[in-house]
């Protein structure tokens, strides 16, 4: 199970903040992005509960952090497999 955790991070905070991610073992990928969010990260667990329990246990307690958005993702549907209307798209939009 895979889920994009979207992250509201203080100013000033973010770079600290992406170094932690990107060091958690749980984390797949991690980026900092520019827009509502301050920095995405790709995580994968076992089961929801796993799932919420590094979000809980590991993500939150990230220094900076003041809001998370779990986002949970089908595998068969993630971004290196997206289904077809998804492709279709970016190709008329791409």
Not at 20 to 32: D, I
Not at 76 to 83: G, V
Request: aromatic share 6%; glycine share 4%.
């Amino acid at each position: 199970m895979k889920s994009i955790v979207l992250l509201k991070i203080r100013p000033g905070q973010v770079n600290e903040a992406h170094n932690k991610l990107r060091h958690l073992q749980t984390v797949l990928e991690c980026c900092t992005s520019y827009g509502q969010y301050d920095e995405a990260a790709v995580i994968r667990a076992e089961t929801l509960e796993e799932l919420w329990q590094i979000i809980k246990c590991q993500i939150k307690p990230i220094c900076g952090v003041v809001d998370i958005f779990p986002c949970l993702i089908e595998d068969d549907r993630s971004l290196k497999n997206p289904p077809q209307h998804v492709r279709d798209f970016v190709m008329i939009n791409g």
